[in-house]
C-alpha cells in the first residue's frame, strides 16, 4: 500500500514545489511592459505588489500607476503607496482631491491623512467638507485634527459647526469629535441641541459619547435626562458615561 501511494505523493509534493518555484520566479516588469498592460493584469500587478512587497522597477510602475487615467488603477496604486508607506506622492494625491471617482478622492484622503503634515493642505481638506461621498466628508472632519495651527486660528470651526446638520452618522461623529477638539465653549449649545435631533439611536449613542469627553455641565445635564431615556441602550449608554466621566 505504502508502495503505491508514495510515487503519487512525491509527485504531488514536486508539483506543488514546480508551483511555488515559478510564483517566486515570476518575473519583474519594466515600466514599458506594466503600461503595455490591460487594466487587469495592471490590477493583478498591484495586488502582487502588496503581497510580496516592492522589487525592481515596482516604484516607478506605482508612479505611473497613480496617474492611469482608470480610476480602478488610480485607487488600488493609493492603496499600494499607502500600505508600502510610499509616502513621496504627497503632490499627486493633492491633485486626486479633485477626481471625479469618489474612491479616489477617498484613499486620496486617507494617504494624506497618514503622510502629509503640511498647514498649507488645510484649506483643501476643509474644501472636501462639502463632497458628494460620506466616507470622503469623514475623512475631512477627522484629518483637520492633525493641524494644531488650525486648532489655534479657528479658521474653519464655524465651517465646522455649520455642518451639524449631517445627515450621515459616522461623519456627525466626526463632526462631534472636531468641535470637541477645538475646545471652543461656543460650540456647546449647539453640541447639545443636535442630541435632540439624532436619527438613530446608533447615531445618538456616539453623540453622547463625544458630549461626555467634553465634561462640562451642560454636557452632564443632558447625559443625565437620557438616562431617561425609553431606550434601553441609551439609558446604559447614559449611566456609564456618567461614572466615567462625571
Not at 503607496?81 to 509616502?87: D, F, N, P, T, V
Not at 453623540?207 to 439609558?235: C, D, P
Amino acid at each position: 500500500m505504502n508502495r503505491f501511494f508514495l510515487p503519487l505523493f512525491l509527485a504531488l509534493l514536486l508539483g506543488c514545489s514546480s508551483a511555488q518555484s515559478k510564483t517566486n520566479a515570476e518575473p519583474d516588469l519594466t515600466v514599458e511592459e506594466f503600461r503595455a498592460l490591460v487594466w487587469q493584469k495592471k490590477l493583478e500587478h498591484l495586488e502582487r505588489m502588496l503581497a510580496r512587497g516592492m522589487r525592481g522597477e515596482d516604484a516607478n510602475i506605482l508612479a505611473v500607476a497613480l496617474e492611469d487615467g482608470d480610476a480602478v488603477i488610480t485607487t488600488k496604486a493609493l492603496e499600494v503607496a499607502l500600505l508600502q508607506e510610499r509616502g513621496e506622492h504627497l503632490a499627486l494625491a493633492e491633485k486626486l482631491l479633485a477626481s471625479n471617482n469618489p474612491m479616489v478622492r477617498w484613499r486620496a484622503m486617507l494617504y494624506l491623512e497618514k503622510f502629509s503634515t503640511d498647514p498649507a493642505l488645510v484649506h483643501k481638506i476643509a474644501a472636501r467638507f462639502d463632497d458628494r461621498e460620506w466616507l470622503v466628508r469623514e475623512a475631512a472632519f477627522r484629518m483637520l485634527r492633525r493641524f494644531p495651527e488650525e486648532k489655534k486660528q479657528r479658521r474653519y470651526f464655524y465651517k465646522v459647526l455649520f455642518h451639524l446638520n449631517e445627515k450621515n452618522a459616522q461623519v456627525v461623529a466626526e463632526i462631534y469629535r472636531t468641535l470637541v477638539w477645538y475646545e471652543d465653549p461656543s460650540a456647546w449649545p449647539y453640541l447639545i441641541k443636535r442630541s435632540y435631533h439624532c436619527r438613530s439611536v446608533s447615531e445618538l449613542l456616539l453623540v453622547m459619547e463625544e458630549l461626555a469627553r467634553t465634561k462640562n455641565r451642560e454636557a452632564q445635564v443632558r447625559l443625565k435626562t437620557l438616562t431617561r431615556s425609553q431606550s434601553g441602550l441609551v439609558r446604559d449608554a447614559a449611566k456609564r458615561l456618567l461614572e466615567t466621566y462625571f
